[in-house]
């Protein structure tokens, strides 16, 4: 990690409450599992500071991917663009802000992503598995961040990823939780 970008990731630590940012395990497991898959194509739901977009695309920028990221607040969007500039990444994101199930609805049908990443509004995450599917190929690896702290909110979305015989999927411990599933 170059420096700048450490230091930024470290400023975005110091208000990791404030903003609700991934910790940083997360952040290492994703930035890993793009760079291992070779993903191309991200989709991140969610952009708050950037925190977690810099993750992302740092190592979509080693794998020569691109990110699409959506957040429906402005100034946290705006905040999150000066950090994506700062961590010399913002040539490989394109930030949309709005209303995700909204910009999702707009995706052009031939819109394909490899990974995607969600950590939006709780009671939404059902919601956005059901958009997002014919937008995933067929390797693609979803991450959910919150399923065990919100696990009544996302409940329903843990209900449709195990109704869905084309994924596989697992539940990890790290703070908050995670799922991660795989379409295969």
């Given amino acids: 990690m170059d420096k700048a970008s450490a230091e930024v990731l470290a400023k975005l630590e110091e208000t990791q409450k404030q903003f609700w940012n991934i910790p ?6 994703m930035n890993t ?20 977009g810099i993750w992302l695309g740092k190592a979509l920028k080693e794998t020569g991917g691109h990110l699409t990221t959506i957040e429906f607040y402005e100034k946290r969007q705006s905040v999150a663009i000066e950090n994506f500039k700062i961590c010399g990444i913002d ?4 930030p949309i802000q709005g209303s995700a199930c909204d910009i999702i609805r707009s995706f052009e049908e031939d819109k394909k992503f490899d990974f995607v990443f969600i950590d939006a509004n709780k009671r939404e995450y059902v919601e956005y598995f059901h958009l997002i599917k014919p937008h995933l190929t067929n390797k693609a690896l979803i991450v ?3 399923i065990i702290s919100h696990a009544e909110k996302v ?3 843990i209900d449709a990823i195990d109704a869905d015989d084309e994924f596989q999927y697992e539940i990890y ?3 908050g939780g995670i799922l991660v599933a795989y379409r295969g």
Avoid: H
């Fill in 155 to 157: 409940q329903t979305f």
């Fill in 173 to 175: 411990e790290l703070p």
């Fill in 91 to 94: 040539d490989v994101i394109t």
């Fill in 144 to 146: 959910a961040d919150n």
């Fill in 24 to 29: 940083r395990k997360t952040g290492v497991l």
């Fill in 33 to 52: 599992f793009i760079k291992m898959m070779n993903i191309q194509s991200a989709l991140e739901i969610g952009t708050s500071n950037g925190y977690s």
